[in-house]
């Protein structure tokens, strides 16, 4: 089994920086990427920030400029630099990540239970 958990959530103030980070473990043959989800109170959830174990990158427009997201492919762990925040950051910020475990040998995604971010103005 594939387990990923986040750490670093907490409060901030607008303007500050938060980083998160999200390991993952277990039966891992590959992790072919992992992205950054958020859920804000009575919206849905949004991509923030992805990357793929070659190293390409993708955000949201909202987080372009301000979040930078990059992995560790030896902890097998992905952060979440996120500077300048705004209120409107404010979620509960959720990794996954495409993994090819040992079992399965086959790609299967997978979620970690989630941490809270919030920003206040």
């Known amino acids: 089994q594939v387990r990923l958990v986040e750490s670093g959530g907490g409060s901030a103030q607008a303007g500050g920086s938060l980083r998160l980070s999200c390991a993952a473990s277990g039966s891992i043959l590959r992790i072919n990427s992992m992205d950054w989800y958020r859920q804000a109170p009575g919206k849905q959830r949004e991509l923030v920030a992805g990357?793929?174990?070659?190293?390409?990158?993708k955000y949201a427009d909202s987080v372009k400029g301000r979040f930078i997201i990059s992995g560790d492919n030896v902890k097998n762990t992905v952060y979440l630099q996120m500077n300048s925040l705004k209120p409107e950051d404010t979620a509960v910020y959720s990794c996954?990540?495409?993994?090819?475990?040992?079992?399965?040998?086959?790609?299967?995604?997978?979620w970690g239970q989630g941490t809270q971010v919030t920003v206040s103005s």
């Open positions: 990357i793929t174990s070659g190293g390409s990158t």
């Open positions: 996954t990540a495409e993994v090819t475990s040992i079992a399965n040998w086959s790609p299967g995604h997978y």
